[in-house]
């Protein structure tokens, strides 16, 4: 039962440290996404990767927030320096698709407390 | 961008049928989900339209219509296990074709 993966699951730390989250994309898979989700603003997307490649990374605030993939098997979010209003699950999900139609398989996501 | 609404939340007795509405004003449709969403975990996903009618799938079954911009998730044979929140995601042509995911509806199962 193929998965995504994401480590860690849950992270507490204080502001102004570096917070690194990974995703492991489901094998085969060539389209990766981070996502944040609050319950003030729902689900957003914050990054898309294609092939390795990013195409859209709009959603993420770029003074603080990257987003790499070293391979095809390894996605990174960071945050540095991490704010209190960091605070949230970050999801990652994967697909396999050409053309931005795939369906999304989302991870059990990292739930982020910054103090 | 894209305006999606549903509601915020709705309750429904077990064994019953709930529709959960979601509208959407979008240029350029290209494609509407639907995720459900237990409480602290993972949207998981549903369904997928992308053209008008209806699509079933077991208990679930989803409808689009794009001319009036909307879609509904019916859920029959309501089970305490469908106590879950419910996402609508619409995708628009042109660009990169990233699914915009509205606020979710709550849904409450009671006996």
């Known amino acids: 039962d193929a998965r995504v993966t994401q480590t860690p699951r849950h992270k507490v730390t204080e502001m102004g440290q570096e917070v690194t989250m990974r995703c492991q994309p489901i094998l085969g898979h060539n389209t990766v996404f981070w996502y944040r989700q609050t319950m003030m603003q729902g689900l957003e997307l914050l990054a898309y990767f294609r092939n390795r490649a990013p195409l859209d990374d709009s959603g993420m605030p770029k003074d603080r927030f990257s987003a790499e993939m070293p391979d095809a098997t390894l996605a990174t979010l960071k945050i540095q320096p991490s704010e209190p209003r960091d605070s949230a699950v970050y999801f990652c999900?994967?697909?396999?698709?050409?053309?931005?139609?795939?369906?999304?398989?989302f991870g059990p996501g990292t739930r982020l407390l910054v103090l | 961008g894209q305006n999606i609404d549903q509601p915020t939340e709705m309750t429904a007795t077990e064994g019953a049928i709930v529709q959960i509405n979601c509208t959407y004003q979008?240029?350029?449709?290209?494609?509407l989900f639907w995720y459900q969403q237990h409480a602290g975990e993972a949207p998981t996903f549903l369904s997928y339209n992308v053209l008008d009618g209806l699509e079933e799938k077991g208990r679930f079954s989803s409808f689009l219509s794009r001319s009036k911009g909307y879609s509904y998730l019916l859920l029959k044979e309501l089970q305490m296990k469908d106590s879950a929140s419910y996402l609508c995601?619409?995708?628009?042509?042109?660009?990169?074709?990233?699914?915009?995911f509205g606020r979710g509806t709550s849904l409450i199962v009671h006996p």
């Open positions: 979008t240029s350029g449709f290209n494609g």
């Open positions: 995601a619409v995708r628009v042509s042109g660009g990169s074709y990233i699914p915009t």
């Open positions: 999900a994967s697909g396999l698709g050409t053309s931005g139609r795939e369906t999304q398989y």
